[in-house]
């Protein structure tokens, strides 16, 4: 076989195994536009450290590459430039497998901290506390209800009975008293 016909054999097979794999040029082109939009929200990610590209990419990732979240979610480069604030409401394994990608792109216990200690009614101490003896999942379940639209309701409510139980328990563990709560 000469080089010449190596070489086309071997770009032949580069491009199949590219096709098979799925993603490539169009799984980038939605991660551009989508990390555009949410870099392009200025509450977006309000005071936070937070990755958008690598949320971007989860959510992609989640969803399964460009080609899945057109069919499943009508989301493609045109309608997120189109509506950068765009609401897909994702199922729930999808919402499940992006906040578990989304999680990694940013200090998510300093975000609950300032969560809890914005109106002045816990110290960043207690915060901090409680986010120490929280599990992590119960915040997971309840981001991810967010991204369902009302087929997250549900979801929503368990995992919040759930988080009030939690939050007292932790409460207990970090001796925070009730009564000083409240600002």
């Known amino acids: ?34 990390e ?10 309000d005071g936070i450290d937070m990755d958008a590209k690598c949320a971007a990419e989860s959510l992609v990732d989640a969803v399964g590459g460009a080609e899945e979240a057109e069919s499943k979610y009508g989301i493609t480069v045109a309608s997120v430039e189109a509506n950068p604030n765009f609401d897909a409401e994702l199922s729930q394994a999808d919402a499940e497998s992006f906040v578990d990608g989304f999680w990694d792109c940013g200090d998510m216990a300093a975000v609950m901290v300032a969560g809890m200690t914005e109106d002045g009614s816990m110290s ?60």
């Open 124 to 183: 960043e101490e207690d915060a901090g506390c409680l986010v120490d003896n929280l599990d992590t999942d119960i915040f997971k379940t309840s981001l991810a209800a967010e991204f369902m639209g009302p087929e997250g309701d549900a979801l929503a409510e368990s995992a919040g009975e759930e988080m009030f139980s939690a939050v007292f328990a932790a409460m207990g563990a970090c001796e925070i008293d009730l009564g000083s709560l409240g600002g």
């Open 1 to 34: 076989m000469t080089t010449i016909l190596r070489i086309g054999a071997l770009a032949c097979a580069a491009c199949l195994v590219a096709a098979a794999c799925g993603g490539g040029d169009a799984d980038a082109d939605l991660v551009a536009a989508l």
């Open 36 to 45: 555009a939009s949410i870099n392009a929200d200025s509450d977006a990610f």
